[in-house]
């Protein structure tokens, strides 16, 4: 399938995605402020910048985009147009997230790691559960890969 838009107009809409303070990750945080998680945002010090960092629970959640970070769920679809892009692309951001993670796991860190399809309205309360769950417990690593 081909791309709808024009060279520009893509190249307008790419330049408008941020990398923080996506909606996401407002409400994960508007969701544990109001549980009474105290935490701090995009940690630069850290391992990978974190989106949320919880210091009391040595825990960090990272609030990843499906397609960004290719999660396997219906919302990942490789790119049908500049593919020579958009795979490199896309695998080094996966590559970089193992490692960061791997990195933060050896200096003794939780992670948890929410993905974008995991805060639609359906799975909302569910997810926010074992994301509570796993600050105060602990977690698997199933929700990593």
Same mark, same amino acid.
């Given at each position: 399938m081909a791309d709808n838009h024009s060279k520009e107009i893509r190249s307008k809409?790419?330049?408008h995605i941020r990398s923080t303070n996506t909606k996401p990750e407002?409400?994960?945080?508007?969701?544990?402020?109001?549980k009474g998680f105290r935490y701090r945002k995009n940690v630069r010090e850290l391992?990978? *910048?974190p989106?949320?960092?919880?210091?009391k629970y040595k825990t960090v959640v990272f609030v990843n985009g499906c397609f960004w970070h290719k999660h396997d769920c219906p919302r990942f679809v490789w790119p049908s147009s500049n593919v020579?892009?958009?795979i490199p692309k896309i695998n080094r951001n996966v590559q970089r997230d193992q490692k960061n993670y791997h990195e933060l796991q050896r200096i003794g860190w939780n992670i948890v790691?929410?993905?974008? *399809?995991?805060?639609?309205?359906?799975?909302?309360?569910s997810t926010m559960d074992y994301v509570i769950s796993c600050i105060m417990q602990g977690c698997e690593d199933e929700e990593k890969e």
């Open positions: 809409n790419m330049s407002e409400r994960v945080r508007k969701y544990l402020f109001s391992p990978g *910048c989106d949320i960092v919880l210091p020579e892009y958009w790691v929410v993905w974008e *399809c995991q805060l639609k309205k359906a799975a909302f309360n």
